[in-house]
């Protein structure tokens, strides 16, 4: 009879601390997730080695259709397939707001990336990170 009192006490005991943890991760990664995304002004004086280079754009071209059209779109406005269920609309990349910054700015933020846009550095090389922000130019609204 004491055995199974026992019992009852631990097990609201450890669904306290289950329900407890869950709040306390819902609390820190709410915001971790929102936090806004900006390169370091460091990143602005990276330099690209492969500006204006028309292999390298072309390169970028394959890179983006086969790993960015999904949640980025194919004019990069940021309607790919997988746009609607994530947390954060994915960035538009024909818009000014990505357009205006710099070429090593974009590519910081493509190379750390920010839930749920994936980091890419473990994935791509520098020369095809490089490549990637290169297409990302030609997604200029004002190009199309
Ligand atoms: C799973 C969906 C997803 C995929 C795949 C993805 N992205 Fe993103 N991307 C996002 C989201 C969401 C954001 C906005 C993140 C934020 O604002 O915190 C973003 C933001 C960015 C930004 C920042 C733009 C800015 O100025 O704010 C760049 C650059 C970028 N993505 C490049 C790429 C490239 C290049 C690829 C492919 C190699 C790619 N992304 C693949 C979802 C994705």
Redesign the pocket.
């Known amino acids: 009879m004491k055995q199974k009192r026992y019992f009852k006490l631990i097990s609201v005991s450890l669904s306290a601390v289950l329900m407890l943890s869950m709040m306390s991760f819902f609390w820190i990664s709410k915001p971790l997730q929102m936090?806004?995304?900006v390169a370091p002004a460091s990143a602005d004086a990276v330099v690209n080695p492969v500006k204006g280079n028309a292999a390298a754009t072309a390169e970028g071209k394959k890179?983006?259709t086969s790993?960015?059209v999904?949640?980025?779109g194919d004019k990069g406005q940021?309607d790919?397939v997988?746009?609607a269920g994530?947390?954060?609309?994915?960035?538009d990349?024909s818009s000014a707001?990505?357009q205006k910054?710099t070429d090593g700015?974009?590519f910081w933020?493509?190379s750390e990336?920010?839930?749920?846009?994936?980091a890419?550095k473990a994935?791509?090389n520098e020369t095809q990170r490089w490549q990637?922000v290169n297409y990302?130019r030609t997604l200029a609204k004002s190009k199309k």
Not at 113 to 118: S, V, Y
């Open positions: 936090a806004k995304f890179l983006y790993n960015c999904v949640c980025h940021g790919g997988a746009a994530l947390a954060k609309p994915p960035a990349h707001a990505v910054q700015a974009l933020m493509l990336g920010n839930t749920p846009m994936p890419y994935v791509f990637l990302i």
